[in-house]
Nanobody, 118 residues
Framework: QVQLAESGGGLVQPGGSLRLTCAASGQFTGYRVMSWYRQAPGKPSYQRELVARLTFGGSIFYGDSVKGRFTISGIDANTTVYLQMNDLKAEDTGVYYC?????????WGQGLQVTVSS
């Protein structure tokens, strides 16, 4: 059974930094895409915002609101992605979810709370 193990997150002051990690268990073949989404407070799950996406062996995408501040990277060998978040703002507050499109399946992590507040 595929699982996405997330770590990182927490409380940080505006202007601070956090690093999120997501590691996918299992062996995968073919197309692998790992993404980070966030769900703002009070918003339903269907309004999760795509923050960043990494296609192993391919492209990287960033949402407009995080360009220049967030960096997604990954380790191909063990299907792990990182999200380095710098210059955090209050509007970055929310629950961050890792998503994996792996070997034809679609998987979600349990979510990490990120709170940016002074």
């Amino acid at each position: 059974q595929v699982q996405l193990a997330e770590s990182g997150g927490g409380l940080v002051q505006p202007g601070g930094s956090l690093r999120l990690t997501c590691a996918a268990s299992g062996q995968f073949t073919g197309y692998r895409v790992m993404s980070w989404y966030r769900q703002a407070p009070g918003k339903p799950s269907y309004q999760r915002e795509l923050v960043a996406r990494l296609t192993f062996g391919g492209s990287i995408f960033y949402g407009d609101s995080v360009k220049g501040r967030f960096t997604i990277s990954g380790i191909d060998a063990n299907t792990t992605v990182y999200l380095q978040m710098n210059d955090l703002k209050a509007e970055d507050t929310g629950v961050y979810y890792c998503n994996g499109a792996l070997s034809g399946g679609n998987y979600w992590g349990q979510g990490l709370q990120v709170t940016v507040s002074s």
